[in-house]
């Protein structure tokens, strides 16, 4: 079966590169001709248009589109895919977002009618120093505008951007006096936050390392999906929040900062024109961009190991978690049971990545774990149900004939528990313990939206890079394919050897006394109750 998936999946690669490879090639005029011939705003009424989740765009013409279907994205990039395969029919983007796409996909073409204009601002993070870090960014903001720094700063990032050679400028040397500082990008759009070289790159980038340069900060730079960034720095999570779309709503509800770049909105939709490059000349450059530029199978690599430490430390935490809470509730302790029961109602009751948000924002908030640790704690309660509601399973179906014979034959009650009960117990949850496992793998997917690089937020890094989603797609879903297999072997292993089939008697008997020996001990007793009398 597993080979038959691998079949599928590489021809899945050969005949979706094609849709790729041949691109359009037409200029970035707004008189280039669509695809669909549309050439105002209010033709897109009543169609399918994109948007980026969060960022307001569709507001700034809602009231001339009215019937128009909003579909939302996490990765402005996505839409790309989604213009291509006629899931939309357009999408809004910010115009130097729209350069950047074009410079890798001259088949995109952006209307001549504006959208409209956005001011961008910083939000500041809710907690102790607040108001002194408002102050500073401002103060920041307003002396770099003078003197004309954050033009040229937008200059070399936004106007003259060049993927493969615009590079940081600032100095990596911080003083660190006034501590650290955290902040939330989204480390997924060109030109103001993308990843380059194992490290964040971008327009905002350079400019907080900048602002932190200057005020005794260091930075620390969190990849965060857009919509997080805001209610990240509301809960004090981040002490910056970058490239807020300032409106009414969102300066009554949050602290943000002077506006620090303005930006024309436009619409993108596919044009007509073709290109001449060849089919395996294109796969070769599609694979080159995904994982040889930059070395960026490096980056596939540290996700890898990323998702599998998640994984691998929330099966054994929450292992544990799960037996002992199972141990402390069965001889029936109401209260042990009563706890139990809640927490298992709480946990299970609620959706994955809800709870990561709600550890990551709100509970573990104030301890600042990093992603890694929540995702790890996340993952160990969750796994910790299962493991409980298995063992109470497994061994309600061994018979209490099997217990009572055991106590029968000299076995303590805890070694007729883990010499008798549970090994038979694990024969029927085992199974279902592997699943556990793989559906546990599988999930961790969500963790990049608590800022973790996993293999899952790297492939969108990638794909926000080179701006193709198959190649980065089709590799994270064979490398969990390897993975799932690795874990589903350690598991079979794991069931043969606890069989009770395969056992030695002499290892089933260990510990048991013998006939003479529990003779000896009764004469024993006997003797010492009359020595006391």
């Known amino acids: 079966m597993k080979k038959v998936l691998v079949i599928l999946l590489a021809l899945v690669m050969v005949l979706s590169a094609a849709s790729f490879v041949f691109a359009d090639d037409a200029p970035t005029t707004a008189t280039a001709k669509t695809k669909l011939g549309y050439t105002s705003i209010e033709d897109l009424d009543g169609l399918y248009v994109g948007v980026q989740t969060s960022v307001l765009y569709e507001d700034l013409i809602k009231d001339r589109i009215p019937k128009t279907q909003w579909q939302y994205f996490t990765m402005p990039n996505d839409m790309i895919l989604a213009l291509e395969s006629n899931k939309i029919s357009a999408y809004l983007i910010e115009e130097v977002g729209f350069i950047a796409q074009f410079d890798k996909h001259p088949e995109l073409v952006r209307m001549e009618e504006l959208a409209g204009v956005c001011e961008y601002a910083i939000v500041v993070g809710n907690n102790d120093r607040q108001e ?12 770099r505008n003078a003197d004309g720094t954050l033009d040229e700063l937008y200059d070399y990032w936004v106007l003259n951007f060049d993927a493969d050679t615009s590079v940081i400028r600032s100095t990596s040397e911080y003083s660190g006096e006034n501590g650290e500082v955290n902040i939330a990008i989204e480390g997924g759009y060109e030109p103001f936050s993308f990843e ?39 809960t004090g999570k981040y002490d910056f929040g970058m490239n807020i779309v300032v409106s009414d709503e969102r300066e009554e509800t949050a602290l943000l900062s002077d506006p620090y ?31 040889v530029k930059e070395g960026r199978w490096k980056q596939f690599v540290s996700g890898t190991l990323v998702s599998l430490e998640i994984t691998l430390l929330s099966i054994v935490f929450g292992t544990l978690l799960g037996f002992i809470a199972y141990m402390a509730c069965r001889r029936g302790n109401k209260i042990a049971n009563k706890i139990v029961e809640i927490i298992t109602w709480v946990i299970d009751g609620m959706p994955t990545v809800l709870l990561l948000m709600i550890l990551y924002y709100v509970v573990l908030n104030a301890i600042k774990m990093s992603g890694i640790a929540v995702s790890v704690v996340g993952f160990s309660l969750l796994f910790a149900c299962g493991m409980y ?70 492939s969108d890094l990638v794909r926000a890079r080179t701006y193709e989603a198959f190649f980065p797609l089709i590799a994270t879903a064979i490398i969990y394919y390897v993975l799932e ?32 020996e529990i003779i000896l001990d009764q004469v024993a007793e006997e003797q010492e109750e009359e020595n006391n009398d």
């Open 196 to 234: 380059s070289n194992g490290s964040f790159s971008g327009f905002d980038v350079e400019f907080m390392q900048n602002f932190c340069a200057e005020y005794g900060y260091t930075p620390v730079f969190h990849s965060v999906p857009f919509e997080s960034i805001a209610p990240g720095a509301e």
């Open 485 to 516: 297999a690795i874990l589903t072997f350690v598991i079979g292993r794991v069931e043969l050897g606890i069989d009770p089939v395969r056992r030695k008697k002499a290892k089933i008997l260990e510990g048991i006394k013998t006939d003479e």
């Open 261 to 291: 770049y303005y930006c024309n909105i436009v619409f993108v939709l596919e044009g007509e024109a073709q290109t001449d490059v060849g089919f395996f000349e294109g796969i070769a450059e599609s694979i080159n961009r995904t994982f």
């Open 132 to 143: 002194r870090l408002l102050s500073e960014i401002n103060e920041y903001i307003a002396k």
């Open 389 to 458: 509601d298995m063992l109470n399973v497994g061994c309600k179906a061994v018979g209490k004939g099997q217990y009572e014979a055991s106590r029968a034959m000299g076995y303590s009650d805890k070694q007729a528990f883990f010499k008798i009960i549970l090994p038979q117990a694990a024969r029927h949850f085992i199974p279902i313990y592997g699943n556990e496992v793989i559906t546990l793998l599988k999930e961790t997917a969500i963790v990049g939206y608590i800022a973790v690089l996993d293999l899952t937020k790297i």
